[in-house]
């Protein structure tokens, strides 16, 4: 009859792979970069892209321009509004 357990070893434990849910000993794990506990064929070492940092760039503005003053007509003549142009 069989427990399920691999060969023993002193001072070692079972573990389960997060991945596969494989059965493995302690001295047959790895972890990756992101915490997980796998094993040899499940390990996936941290993708390079990752670590890269961008280039700052420059946000500043080269050419600007004063905003000119608002101009509003002040007095409106109510009788031109009744009035059509052709």
Do not use: A
Request: net charge positive.
């Amino acid at each position: 009859m069989t427990t399920g357990l691999l060969h023993p070893k002193t001072g070692l434990h079972n573990v389960i792979c997060d991945i596969c849910g494989k059965k493995i000993r302690s001295d047959n794990i790895m972890k990756t970069w992101d915490g997980f506990i796998v094993c040899h064929e499940d390990y996936d070492p941290k993708q390079p892209q990752l670590t890269l940092k961008p280039r700052r760039e420059d946000t500043s503005v080269r050419v600007t321009r004063v905003r000119p003053e608002d101009k509003f007509q002040d007095i409106v003549d109510p009788n031109s509004l009744n009035q059509r142009t052709n």
